[in-house]
């Protein structure tokens, strides 16, 4: 198995918690982690699991050993157990791990019975630090990080990918409470592609759709508790200029995003006119991924102004702002590094990236060029 970035924050909280809830996307390793660490596993979207566990509830309970249960939301019966045997002896901690694929269905199960009782951790699919090959960033930039979608075995992209949407839209979202028919969900997921990277508008969206902007909206909550999508807000200031206030919307898997714009190749995405979008989106996905991995606090924005002052990230550390531009470029020039010191300044940002391909990382610490590697190593060293 390959070792996960997440796995210590997990034992950390199981250390602190009586109950630890690992969410993600489907697909993304939290079962094949959970098993690694050992205790008693249930699959709870198995009817014959769930009996399995009615029956040897009290055992499970009594024993030392930690209880998984896989896809908890599928069983909301299984929250009240919890909270009943979580009461019954609160000092004791690391008991159960809960994993669970869809967001809003787990944490309305949490909110009502197990709030205070429970850590919320996010497995993500794979990060660049957790691959070490040769060659891992541009295959997982083209194929994503799913373990079955082909950055392990190319041949599995983009086939995997195609399968995985078709079943989240015919089946899982269906099941999950998303109302809109898989046909609708199609072509809102084909709209969401073209428009990676760019500001989220709604009411363009939805006229396109023949829906209100309301409805859109809310399939789009749905995309987001399935891990699909990520809206990343926009950071708000005091300064005399005019902002952009709406989200910018990106997939959070490269390669769901580039198998749907049938892209199967490193030679294909680069000649395509959003390729940009892309390798910004990918840079913001895995420095925010490695972030929640290793548990540190933090906000994430991007700041654009009205007279095209931008910055594709903007981390809040509480104490200071951190600021990246993302470049697809392999030399970045001086000029780059100049409008990005100047629209860092407009937010007091203490520290600021120009992310790139470049092969050689430079600056003073407070003015950083640099490789996504390099930039995420950064990322571990946050400000206390």
């Not at 990520?230 to 005399?240: C, S």
């Not at 049938?262 to 840079?283: D, I, K, T, Y």
Request: charged share 20%; aromatic share 10%; glycine share 8%.
């Amino acid at each position: 198995m390959i070792p996960r970035l997440v796995l210590q924050l997990v034992l950390n909280r199981l250390r602190a918690y009586p109950a630890v809830a690992l969410t993600g996307p489907r697909q993304c390793g939290k079962t094949t982690l959970a098993r690694a660490m050992g205790g008693v596993y249930f699959d709870l979207e198995q009817p014959s699991e769930r009996l399995r566990l009615d029956l040897e509830w009290d055992r499970c309970v009594s024993g030392q050993s930690l209880v998984i249960l896989d896809e908890a939301q599928s069983w909301p019966e299984a929250f009240v157990h919890l909270r009943g045997a979580i009461d019954q002896n609160r000092g004791r901690s690391g008991r159960f791990l809960l994993l669970g694929s869809v967001s809003p269905a787990l944490m309305r199960q949490v909110s009502e019975s197990l709030a205070g009782r429970l850590s919320l951790v996010e497995l993500t699919p794979f990060l660049l630090p957790e691959l070490e090959a040769a060659g891992s960033l541009e295959q997982l930039w083209l194929y994503g990080g799913f373990p079955e979608g082909g950055v392990l075995d190319a041949g599995r992209f983009p086939a995997w990918q195609l399968d995985y949407l078709t079943l989240l839209t015919q089946r899982d979202l269906p099941s999950w409470g998303l109302p809109a028919k898989p046909q609708t969900t199609d072509r809102l997921l084909r709209m969401l592609a073209a428009l990676h990277g760019q500001p989220w508008n709604a009411s363009q969206v939805g006229q396109s759709l023949g829906l209100s902007y309301h409805t859109v909206n809310d399939y789009l909550d749905y995309l987001e508790g399935a891990f699909l999508i990520r809206r990343l807000p926009a950071f708000q200031v005091n300064i005399r200029k005019r902002l952009v206030k709406s989200p910018k919307m990106y997939w959070r898997d490269t390669g769901l995003l580039h198998a749907w714009l049938n892209v199967n190749s490193r030679s294909a995405l680069l000649a395509q006119p959003w390729v940009g979008a892309s390798w910004e989106g990918f840079v913001i996905e895995q420095a925010l991924g490695q972030l929640r991995a290793l548990g540190t606090p933090f906000n994430a924005f991007y700041f654009r102004t009205s007279d095209r002052h931008e910055l594709d990230l903007v981390l809040d550390f509480g104490q200071e702002l951190w600021a990246a531009e993302v470049k697809l470029t392999a030399s970045p020039s001086p000029e780059d590094m100049t409008r990005l010191n100047k629209t860092a300044a407009m937010i007091d940002a203490r520290r600021c990236f120009l992310v790139s391909q470049t092969r050689e990382s430079s600056g003073n610490g407070r003015r950083v060029s640099c490789n996504l590697s390099d930039f995420l190593a950064q990322l571990r060293n946050p400000p206390a």
